[in-house]
């Protein structure tokens, strides 16, 4: 009989759930996982709160990566449901939401869009709180919830073609260029002229799904389909149009570990 009395087993490794609908931010979020913990198992991913709590079911992770606003139900219903089942990180765009609800230590937030030093403090206080069972955050999220709303982005664009002024939904962007003058607004079949700059729109955009990828160009990341590198440029191309958008320098750290 082989002795085992001082063998000492390998701690099992800490399992990760993310739950996040927006593709793009969601593969971002995996890389950076992996290359800042590399021994971190991630077992599941959901686009939406629903499919969060079925796979949660399943996976059992130890932690859950979760986007606060997400389809069917948001981040903090799915939160509620699993309140004290496993240590919960919220994803967010808002700096409104990082008030002392989080951190009091029980829930944890990253900022989108994502950036490194930011999300290794984040996996610094995560590895001292699983020393710990998960904390009950029903309080938490109640005071969270009263204390405060998410901004209102816009939803409507107000455009000229030609003589008229048609309404274009801003999910329906692909894109916002401008020049001296004008901004135009590019959905999938259209094109039109608005008198706003792009400094004005990265105020109303929200920039969890809008981002600035050049002085002249803003981007619906939904509408990405691929990223090309070249030796002196990065560019994007869009799922339905085919069109290429260029990468000014200063933007290309968005893209970094996609």
């Given amino acids: 009989m082989i002795d085992l009395s001082g ?29 800042l913990w590399p021994e971190l198992r991630i077992t599941a991913i959901a686009a939406d709160g629903v499919e969060a709590l079925a796979l949660f079911a399943v996976h059992r992770p130890d932690v859950l990566f979760l986007d606060i606003e997400m ?36 829930i944890d937030y990253v900022l989108k869009p994502y950036q490194d030093d930011r999300l290794a403090r984040c996996l610094q206080r995560l590895r001292r709180r699983l020393e710990a069972q998960p904390a009950p955050v029903d309080q938490l999220l109640r005071d ?10 816009m939803r409507w664009i107000k455009a000229s073609r030609g003589s008229d002024i048609e309404l274009i939904m ?7 260029q401008s020049d001296t003058k004008y901004t135009s607004v590019h959905t ?14 990265m105020t109303e955009l929200d920039p969890a799904r809008f ?25 994007v191309r869009l799922r339905t149009t085919r069109k290429q958008l260029a ?7 968005l893209f970094r570990h996609m």
């Avoid at 969270?144 to 982005?153: F, G, I, T």
């Avoid at 801003?170 to 916002?176: L, R």
């Fill in 247 to 253: 990468v000014s320098d200063a933007y290309k750290h």
């Fill in 144 to 153: 969270l919830l009263s204390a405060v709303r998410p901004k209102e982005y």
């Fill in 7 to 35: 063998y000492r087993a390998m701690p099992a490794p800490v399992t990760v759930m993310i739950a996040e609908d927006e593709p793009v931010m969601r593969s971002d979020l995996q890389a950076r996982l992996n290359r």
């Fill in 188 to 201: 999938c079949d259209r094109e039109a002229l608005i008198r706003r700059p792009i400094k004005d729109l």
């Fill in 71 to 106: 389809p069917l139900l948001s981040g903090i219903e799915v939160a509620r449901r699993l309140s004290g089942a496993c240590h919960i990180v919220f994803l967010t765009a808002h700096d409104a939401y990082a008030i002392e609800a989080f951190d009091e230590g029980a």
């Fill in 170 to 176: 801003v999910s329906d962007v692909q894109y916002f």
């Fill in 211 to 235: 981002w600035q990828i050049h002085r002249s160009t803003i981007v619906n990341v939904e509408a990405i389909e691929s990223i090309s590198r070249g030796l002196s440029e990065t560019r």
